[in-house]
Structure formats: structure tokens, C-alpha cells
């Protein structure tokens, strides 16, 4: 299959300097902002990309569910790939794609635990459902059969079936702390516009990248 004039121009307004707040954090909430209102299917998605101590990247979408000037959260199994993964090299990479708006950010920096009791925060709020499925799945680990599963789920739910649902102490947060983002907007004949934040100390220099 050939695809290589699957193309096209992107017609937008720009990015200035002068539009950018000095913050980085404050710009990504208004872009955020921008791409709920624009009806962006789950604008929190985001490709989270680490590697381990062979050096091979991997990328998965997960899910933000907070940020502040911090940095980005996001939860997962401590026993799953990318958790291992981290533990090993921990930095990483966060990529949001809001194609719908001719958009993308890109993080990088190092990644840490949230705390326990925010980790218990955030899973006191989830669906009943969700919280069974963090007790049910040694994530990224092979099974036999989805049947496996499901039993698993039927087990959890008898064993839970009066009262709130505890913090597994294999589940939790983790958080991204920025110390690179780039906001990148399309523009015509692929000259986008790009800024780069870098933190220095407790400041952000701000630099536009060439396309």
C-alpha cells in the first residue's frame, strides 16, 4: 500500500511569542482548555514513552489525570512494563497528538512515585469497576485465556462485596516532572511554529525551534 501522498496542509492561526505565557504549565492549561471545548476525544490521552537498561524505547497511551507546576500524573500496575521500566532508567516522555487542532506537546523529564496517600486519593474516586480491575490484572504479564480473567473479576468481587475497596500496594502514580515542553502548531507548506521551555533553575528559558 503506498501512502506516501497522504497529506495535508494545516491552516491555522499561529503561535507568537507574545501569546505565550512565561509559564509552561499555564500555557498547557489553556491549550487543554482549547481542546476540550473543541471536543477533542479524550484530550488527556497521552503516548508516554520509556525505556530500560537496554536502552529499547517503548510507548504506550495512558491516561492524565492531574497536573500542576509539579508536574503530570498518571497510574498504573508497579508491576507492569512501564513500571519496570522506569525503575530502571527513570525519565520520560509524554507526547499529547490534539490533531484536531493542529497541536501537539511534548515533555520530557524525570518521572518520581507519587505519595501513597495521593496515590489513595485518586483511587478512592475511580469506578468501583476500575478499582476491581487494579486488584484483578498483573499488567503486562501473558495469560492463558480472557476467561482467566473474568473469573479473577468474580473472585475479586466476592471478596470485596461489602465495604470500600482497598489500595492495592502494588498500584499507584506516578508523576512526570517537566524539565523540557514544547508546544508545536501547524502551519501551511509545513513551516509550524515551535517553543521550546527548558528549565533553568527556577526558570523556563523560552526559544522558537526551527520546522
Do not use: C
Amino acid at each position: 500500500m503506498d501512502i506516501s501522498d497522504m497529506r495535508r496542509d494545516f491552516e491555522s492561526e499561529g503561535l507568537d511569542r507574545d501569546a505565550l505565557d512565561d509559564n509552561p504549565v499555564r500555557q498547557f492549561q489553556g491549550w487543554f482548555k482549547d481542546a476540550r471545548e473543541a471536543g477533542i476525544l479524550e484530550p488527556n490521552a497521552m503516548s508516554l514513552a520509556t525505556a530500560g537498561q537496554d536502552g529499547m524505547p517503548d510507548i504506550r497511551t495512558v491516561l492524565l489525570k492531574y497536573f500542576d507546576d509539579s508536574g503530570f500524573v498518571f497510574y498504573t500496575n508497579y508491576g507492569s512494563r512501564k513500571a519496570r521500566e522506569i525503575a530502571e532508567n527513570p525519565k520520560a516522555a509524554l507526547l499529547f497528538p490534539w490533531v484536531g487542532l493542529n497541536r501537539q506537546v511534548r515533555i520530557q523529564g524525570p518521572v518520581e512515585k507519587v505519595s501513597k496517600s495521593e496515590s489513595l486519593r485518586y483511587f478512592a474516586s475511580r469506578p468501583r469497576g476500575s478499582q476491581i480491575g487494579a486488584w484483578v490484572s498483573e499488567q503486562s504479564r501473558a495469560i492463558t485465556s480472557r476467561g482467566l480473567l473474568e473469573q479473577k473479576v468474580a473472585e475479586m468481587k466476592r471478596r470485596f462485596s461489602d465495604g470500600e475497596i482497598p489500595l492495592p500496594d502494588f498500584w499507584g502514580g506516578y508523576r512526570v516532572v517537566p524539565e523540557r515542553i514544547e508546544f508545536w502548531q501547524g502551519r501551511p507548506s509545513r513551516l509550524h511554529d515551535r517553543f521550546e521551555y527548558v528549565k533553568q533553575g527556577d526558570e523556563w528559558r523560552i526559544d522558537r525551534l526551527q520546522p
